[in-house]
């Protein structure tokens, strides 16, 4: 070993953990990619909030929409949540939530405790609607454009950053900065 | 069909990379020199189905064909021409191939230069540049192929993203990366010289034009990216350390640094493997900033993991290009001795400060950026890393390396004693310091305590810098154009120092509340308030302020902020009004209504601010000066040059 060496050893290293970094999520990986630049699945649920009127896809058309899918069993959505109520302040996009293979009263008390972030919320207890969305694991965020076309996939607890990086300029198309 | 002829002509182009690599490296290799013939032809026509590809793509925007992927996601039928053509680098797939043809264009300009070098060392370069363009051709056809077809095609397109609808950013990125993939030449020098197991004198003087071109359109594109988020952004802010801008930043301080060290081994014989290295590391960071920007990756390792073929891939071909060259400087780095040597206190001795010191800034902004990424892989939680991380550390570098910039272009070669030197530097600091301390505290009665100090630093640069070009003009000598490049690169740092130090010191910010007709004074302007009208846009409506802002009188501008309110989404937002006046820049923010007419309005002055930009564009012309110096153009193979006859000639 001398000291020519030590460059290629230090680069082996930082690859090696690229490569980790690669190897570390590539099923969910994997499913992120196809919905990307395509149309949103249809779906039509009960809503979990409003036992008259149910969530379908086409009702959401013409306008932005946060598709957020998470359940009561997910401890990643109890973190998220914050930044979920943060989007709702901000006002600028919606969020519809999908209750994922998750019982429903359980699924309002923690609305209860924790506040409301959705504008409405399906209920899919078979988890048909989440297969047809490519869920991997929640939480998982689709941003939709007024044309019903998946723009943006976020995999795992919204963030601010991914909240100002991605997900606000897609929508208003200017950088998040200017306010 | 032309799409499809486009693919065609990639797939040709992939091919002809291979033989070029094939016929540069095996012919040298084994001494073939038909092999080695058939090079030169392999560029040239890899060049043309380069070139035919891309005019198939630009066809394709310009047609508006929403048949084809790439075109229906960023362009739309009521784009302007203009962005039609820039959308072609807007996303990932269109980026790679501008990479792609700007590295043929960057080869077939060291193929008709390679007539001065060994035919074997020519050959060599060409290889290696064959097979840096083979992997990019092999990544985007594999991957990120721009010609797949939609069907049934897109009514319309996507459009472009917005915030690339801008001169600014349409001509930024094929700047930036001209200057990114000009380091690819410098690494297939290093690597021809690697592989040859031998570097002389002439092999530094062959590399250096190539490497200053590339430094200096990297210079020019950082500049013109900076120049664009403070006018689109608003709110004034030239540099974020953002990844994006790090991922450009870091090629060019170790770029900085392989300039300077080739001159070394150029003028000297010395530092030999390192400069070496430096090459490779330029290139290595270059790529880096190509993939991980495309790509995503310093966003998050997962958008990384997004595509896991294109991540894997990226690696796979990082592994290959950086890691080959690295083993290879592992293998061959130790036989290149250099006898001769020098003094501290000698040029060699502070350009050797000059390297390490820049290499340590990199190395700290590398860390800051790649940090949140590495926590992220480990799962060790987020980390957010920002100004507070890279301010201190980047300062930590750069003050001492200007500190000593000055001394270093005044040190003899070889020989460690300054002589009369000294006095010139004493004289020239006690100027520097009065004058610095002068604006400071005289026109400016306030500031931080590293104030004064950078701008002594600054000015004495600036002065030194002059010493001996002022000199020898009184006493009616020529310079060659290398020391006249190098001095005026060294002023637009010694300029871009003062205006940082201004802007970040000197800056005023007050927040007024205004009745129409009152006027406000700050930093040296007069702002008349006339009041609040409603303003109607295309999608918003909005208030729109008018403020008459004058300087002693004579009327500088008529500035109106305005507060919007965009109708779909019910989004308020502020537009900046932003003017420019003798380097000074105003910017107007439009607060709250405090009811009865009276406003509340945000007024920011910052003192030089254009100076920043127009620094770094004087940079680049010093560093385009000094590429064009004759000394590179009439230096012909095999004439071996004494390191001593050189030994008191600055460069």
Known sequence: ?179 | MLPELGHFALILALLLAALQAFFGIGGAALGRERWMAAVTPAVAGQAVMVATAVACLIAAFVSDDFSVVYVAENSNTALPLFYRVSALWGAHEGSLLLWIMLLAGWTVAVAIGASRLPARFAARVLGVLGVVSFGFLLFTLATSNPFVRLDPPAPDGRDLNPILQDPGLAIHPPILYTGYVGFAVAFAFASAAMLEGRLDQNWARWTRPWTTSAWAFLTCGIALGSFWAYYELGWGGFWFWDPVENASFMPWLVGTALVHSLAVTDKRGLFKSWTLLLAILAFSLSLLGTFLVRSGVLVSVHSFAADPTRGIFILAFLVVMIGGALALYAWRAPLLKSTAGFELGARESFLLFNNVLLVIAAATVFAGTLAPLISDALKLGTLSVGPPYFNPTFMLSMLPLLALLSVGIHANWKRGRLGDKARTLLYTFVAAAVLACGVVFGLYSHGHILTPIAMTLGIWILLSSLVDPVDRWRRGLSMSRGVLGMTIAHIGLALAVIALTAVQSFTVERDVALAPGDTASVGGYEFRFQGVRPVEGANFDAMGATLVVTRGGRQVAVMQPQKRRYWVQQQVTSETAIRFDRGNNILLALGEDLGAGRWSVRVQIRPLVSLIWIAAFIMAVGGALAASDRRYRTARAGAPEPATATARQPG
Not at chain 1, 45 to 60: A, E, F, I, K, Y
Not at chain 1, 122 to 128: C, K, L, M
């Open chain 1, 1 to 179: 070993m001398n000291r020519f060496m030590l460059p290629l050893g230090i680069f082996v290293l930082l690859a090696v953990v690229l490569a980790l970094g690669i190897r570390h999520s590539p099923e969910k990986g994997l499913i992120a990619s196809p919905l990307l630049g395509k149309p949103a699945p249809q779906f039509s649920l009960p809503s979990l909030t409003d036992p008259v009127r149910p969530v379908r896809s086409q009702d959401l058309k013409g306008h932005w929409y946060l598709f957020n899918v998470w359940g009561t069993w997910c401890a990643e959505c109890r973190a998220e949540h914050e930044m979920l109520l943060q989007v709702r302040r901000a006002g600028v996009v919606p969020l519809i939530g999908l209750d994922w293979k998750d019982d429903d009263a359980q699924a309002r008390e923690w609305l209860q405790q924790l506040g409301d972030p959705y504008q409405s919320i399906a209920v899919d207890r078979s988890g048909r609607t989440a297969i047809d969305w490519g869920v991997y694991g929640a939480p998982e965020t689709f941003l939709v454009s007024p044309q019903g076309i998946v723009v943006y996939k976020h995999i795992g607890a919204l963030t601010e950053e991914v909240w100002t990086r991605q997900i606000l300029p897609r929508v208003t198309g200017s950088p998040a900065t200017r306010s």
